[in-house]
């Protein structure tokens, strides 16, 4: 009877790196398409300031979008020391990207300038919602 020989040791290293090789870019692949890619991150900055007229609080804002892909305004959330929370929405402002933009909201309550406030921006973008790092809301009045 013939006798049967194994692979031989490099042989058999080859078709193991080979398929290492190939998983690794199978999970490289999936994870780029799931995460978006590297190109498609967004950078979103944003500052913003309050000013008390009477019993109304306007809130001048501004945007800037250094990403690759146009953002859509959602809303501005204001959270104060004292815990209180309020959420005022932005309706139909598209920043494309590259651009900036400045605008004004009224809060839907008042701000007291006597306590500090930090300022979230919700965006959209691709199809995903995001916010940005919170701010300092300087409030004077």
């Known amino acids: 009877m013939r006798e049967r020989r194994a692979?031989?040791?490099?042989?058999?290293?080859?078709?193991?790196?080979?398929i290492a090789v190939v998983g690794g870019?199978?999970?490289?692949?999936?994870?780029y398409k799931t995460m978006g890619g590297v190109s498609n991150v967004n950078t979103v900055a944003f500052t913003a300031k309050a000013v008390v007229v009477g019993t109304n609080s306007i809130i001048h804002y501004q945007v800037w979008n250094t990403g690759s892909k146009d953002v859509t305004l959602i809303?501005?959330?204001?959270?104060?020391?004292?815990?209180s929370?309020?959420?005022i929405s932005i309706q139909g402002v598209t920043?494309?990207?590259?651009?900036?933009?400045?605008?004004n909201v009224v809060?839907?309550?008042?701000?007291?300038?006597t306590l500090e406030y930090i300022a979230i921006l919700n965006y959209?973008?691709?199809g995903s919602k995001a916010s940005?790092?919170?701010?300092?809301?300087?409030?004077?009045?």
């Open 7 to 18: 692979l031989s040791p490099l042989v058999a290293t080859g078709i193991l790196i080979s």
């Open 25 to 31: 870019l199978v999970l490289y692949n999936y994870f």
């Open 75 to 83: 809303s501005i959330e204001v959270y104060s020391s004292n815990g």
């Open 85 to 87: 929370v309020a959420n």
């Open 95 to 103: 920043v494309p990207a590259g651009e900036s933009y400045s605008g």
């Open 107 to 113: 809060a839907n309550s008042p701000l007291d300038p």
């Open 124 to 126: 959209g973008v691709g």
């Open 132 to 141: 940005t790092d919170p701010v300092k809301l300087s409030v004077s009045g």
